[in-house]
Structure formats: structure tokens, C-alpha cells
């Protein structure tokens, strides 16, 4: 397809969808960046997540999962006291979506699998009606010649399977593997990129120690370090599964990584500051490089002894084709010696004096450069994928259209820094924006707009942003 062809057509109007390629002035000076730069074989992509635009919570036989549970029952956990039993209506409109995605010249499409959606009661009788569903998605997405990232969990564990215990119960790595072998033999002649799990980290964090996402635990800690400990066995096994199953897969798994700054020099928040990046960045990590919990430098990881059986620290290793590095922004630590665990606390962003977005994260590029050359720095990391990047500012759209200039800075700004990793000789080979489209954000609700599509959830309208329509011109090498 020629420049001018491209261009018509994405000037026309899908269904629903306002798109015409119309971008402001002080857009256009793209200024040195180019596709080019990164290489021909680069994966450029977008992101999502099931639960966070499916909707359709209980139709065609999908079960309860434990956020269906948490917004039903425990909504004063959701600011905006709002769920995802709708969200972006992607179980119905998955067509016209991937059809968007093909307008905006986007490769590759990173979306996660739903296990109530798949197998209901978590292990057992599988749904049809699930698998079909994701059947059919993946085929739109060859068909429209967009590659399809897969990631198996993505944070909507089976409710029955939490009424058993869930992470912390140590059968749910044999939950896992049967779960992750269905999707295997169901979508493995078709999809070769595969992630295990997104973000353990977080799910882990968030939901046994904070208590802000499901399943809302609040600092149960035997709870969080059995689920630590079970999740990353759960990584590897997923691991083999499909290095068992899928013919010629690219496997891997995604971790968050922080960048973490003390405040100053003084020995106490550099060491706080150690810790912090112990907890944060390398416990899902390196026990899977073969390296083992970080105790040596966060003593509070000894209570996890009690969960390692003899054996495991062989079983958690596995050869990860790639690692999915996830980045938002950076901390900046100080020592804290009565907070539990970290005995370190965070300053303030705004204390930090930079821009700050919806999520009240500092805008700091740099941040995703020192993870991706933290990854590259350990010697069985083979390649690094980054696998979500992105920000939510609010949008204001003026006569139809979203002119997000600070979110298009933002993407622009790390992708300068990914490009910066790259040509410093690290092996990172893709970026996945987060997200495709605005969705709901978890204990946020659906204020924080990620997408560089919009949504109007009362319309379920798409709209292109304007840091969508910049993204595509750069993939068609107009800049």
C-alpha cells in the first residue's frame, strides 16, 4: 500500500468510529525518531487486557472471576464504584476493534485470555462458547495481518478457585498448568507469542498486602508470600507447557520494573532504596533466572521458607524466550524503618516537581532506559519485549476530536529511550503501547483514560486520539 492509498484510507469513517487523519501543527515536527531506527524485525504493537474491556461478565457460559466478585461485592473498593461488567463491549465488538486496529496500521495486538471465560469452575468442563470466542478474535487478527500476542493470565483467577485459596493455596499450580495446556492445544497452531503471566508483582502486591484489588486482602502476609512463591511456580510450569505443546512458540512472561532512586545519598535511603528494588523489581525475576529470592538484600523474605519445598528451586527455573518489561515511571525512596517489609517509604511526586499524570506517577522517560538495561544486564535474559508503556492524562475532547498531546510526549519520550537501550546494545525488539483504548482500570474505575483510542462508555463510540493517529504515521514511516 502506497503513502497516499494509506492515507485515504484512513480518512474514512468506520462505524462508530471518528478517524480522520487530521493532526495539529506542533504534532508534525517529529523531530528525529523514525520506525526505521529500530530495526525491520521490531514488534510494534498495542495492549490490553480481558477483563478490562470484555464486558459480557456472565454471558455464554463464562464463570465468576475474582474481579466480577471484588467490584460486585466489595464496590467500595472501586473509587468510582463502577465494574467491568460491561467495560469497552469487546466480546461484541471485537470485528469493528481489529478492523481499527488494521486503519491504524497496528502489527501486533497484545490481549490476554479470560480463565472463567475458558474453564468456569477454573479446572474440569470446559466452555465452548469461551474458546470459540477467542477462536474467532484470533482468526480477525490474521486475517487483518495483525499478530497475536497472547497472554494467559492477566489477573482474572476463577472465583471458585479463590474459595479454594487461590494463589496461596499450592494446588493452583496445578490449576494453572491444566488452564494454560487448554489454551495451548486450543490456540497454539495459530498463535506463536505467548505470556504467561502478567505483572505477578502487582496482582500479588495490590491484592494481599494493600488490599486495593481483588482479592482485597489487607497486609496478609503469609497469604502474599504463599501467593509469591506459588505464582512464580506457576511461571515456569506455564513455561513448559507450552514449550511442550505449541510448535516453535515464543514464550515468555511479563514483570513490572519500577526505577528506583533513594532520595539522597545517605547510606540509610540507599539502602532503602536497595530493598525496595529487591521487593519491586527482582523477586518475580531472578528465582526464574536461577538466582533465587532476593534475601540477601530484603531479610523480611525469609518467611517464604516456610512455603519452598526441596526441589522448587530447580522447578522455578525456566528459559524464557523473551522477558516483557512493563514500565510507568520511577520511585524515589527514603528509609522508613516502621513501614512492614520495605522499612522504606516513597516521596511524593509531586514533592519531585515534574509532570504528573491521572494515576499520580511522575513523567520520567529516562525510568523505562534504566529497566530495559537492568534486564540486559543479566546473562540468561535473551531478549526483552516491552510489553506496556503508557500514560492516562485527562482528555477533553473539543468538537469530536482528542488532541492528547501530553500522552503522544509521552509515548514519544520513552520510545526515544527505548531506541536509546537499543543502540546501546541491548536486545530489546518490541513496544506494546498501553493501551489500545480506554478501559477500565481496575480499582480506578474508568477515569483514567491509557488509550490512544477514547471510548465513550455510554455510547461505546471509538474515537482516534490524537497520539492514535500520530502512532499510526509513524508505523507507515511518514516520520
Not at 251 to 263: A, L, M, R
Not at 373 to 396: C, H, L, W
Amino acid at each position: 500500500m502506497t503513502r497516499k492509498e494509506f492515507l485515504q484510507l484512513s480518512s474514512l469513517i468506520s462505524a462508530g468510529t471518528i478517524f480522520p487523519f487530521k493532526l495539529p501543527a506542533e504534532i508534525l515536527s517529529y523531530d528525529e525518531l523514525r520506525r526505521s531506527d529500530f530495526g525491520n524485525d521490531f514488534v510494534w504493537g498495542t495492549a490490553t487486557a480481558a477483563y478490562q474491556i470484555e464486558g459480557a461478565w456472565n454471558e455464554d457460559g463464562k464463570g465468576e472471576s475474582i474481579w466480577d466478585h471484588f467490584v460486585h461485592f466489595r464496590n467500595k473498593k472501586i473509587k468510582t464504584r463502577e465494574t467491568g461488567d460491561v467495560a469497552c463491549d469487546f466480546y461484541h465488538r471485537y470485528e469493528s476493534d481489529i478492523a481499527l486496529m488494521r486503519q491504524m496500521n497496528i502489527p501486533a495486538f497484545r490481549f490476554s485470555l479470560s480463565w472463567p471465560r475458558i474453564l468456569p469452575q477454573g479446572t474440569g468442563a470446559l466452555n465452548q462458547k469461551g474458546i470459540d470466542f477467542y477462536h474467532r478474535v484470533i482468526d480477525q487478527c490474521l486475517e487483518k495481518n495483525i499478530e497475536p500476542w497472547v497472554t494467559c493470565y492477566h489477573w482474572d483467577m476463577p472465583q471458585a478457585l479463590q474459595d479454594k485459596g487461590g494463589w496461596t493455596n499450592r494446588d493452583v499450580i496445578s490449576w494453572f498448568e491444566e488452564y494454560v495446556a487448554v489454551c495451548a492445544k486450543n490456540f497454539g497452531d495459530r498463535v506463536k507469542n505467548w505470556m504467561v503471566m502478567n505483572e505477578p508483582m502487582s496482582f500479588t502486591v495490590l491484592g494481599y498486602i494493600l488490599g486495593w484489588h481483588a482479592p482485597g486482602y489487607f497486609m496478609k502476609q503469609d497469604k502474599f508470600y504463599a501467593a509469591v512463591h506459588h505464582a512464580t511456580l506457576s511461571q515456569s510450569t506455564g513455561g513448559r507447557v507450552l514449550r511442550e505443546v505449541v510448535a516453535q512458540a515464543n514464550i515468555g512472561t511479563t514483570t513490572i520494573y519500577t526505577h528506583i532512586e533513594p532520595k539522597n545519598n545517605q547510606p540509610s535511603n540507599v539502602k532503602a532504596a536497595v530493598r525496595a528494588d529487591a521487593f519491586l523489581n527482582r523477586l518475580f525475576v531472578e528465582p526464574l533466572l536461577g538466582l533465587g529470592y532476593p534475601v540477601h538484600e530484603l531479610h523480611d523474605l525469609k518467611q517464604m521458607e516456610k512455603f519452598i519445598l526441596t526441589g522448587d528451586e530447580q522447578k522455578m527455573v525456566f528459559d524464557f524466550d523473551f522477558w516483557g518489561l512493563q514500565n510507568y515511571t520511577r520511585l524515589v525512596v527514603k528509609n522508613m524503618a516502621l513501614i512492614p517489609m520495605l522499612h522504606a517509604s516513597f516521596v511524593s511526586p509531586k514533592k519531585l516537581k515534574g509532570e504528573i499524570t491521572d494515576m499520580k506517577w511522575e513523567v520520567y522517560p529516562q525510568a523505562i532506559y534504566h529497566g530495559l538495561k537492568r534486564m540486559a544486564s543479566y546473562q540468561n535474559v535473551k531478549q526483552i519485549i516491552v510489553t506496556e508503556n503508557g500514560a492516562a492524562f485527562p482528555d477533553q475532547p473539543v468538537n469530536g476530536e482528542i488532541n492528547d498531546t501530553r500522552r503522544l510526549n509521552y509515548i514519544r519520550e520513552n520510545m526515544k529511550q527505548v531506541l536509546r537501550a537499543k543502540q546501546e546494545g541491548v536486545n530489546v525488539n518490541g513496544y506494546f503501547i498501553w493501551s489500545f483504548m480506554d478501559n477500565f482500570e481496575w480499582a480506578e474505575g474508568y477515569k483514567p483514560r491509557f488509550g490512544i483510542v477514547g471510548v465513550d462508555f455510554a455510547t461505546q463510540q471509538r474515537t482516534v486520539k490524537a497520539s492514535g493517529k500520530w502512532f499510526s504515521e509513524f508505523l507507515v514511516g511518514k516520520m
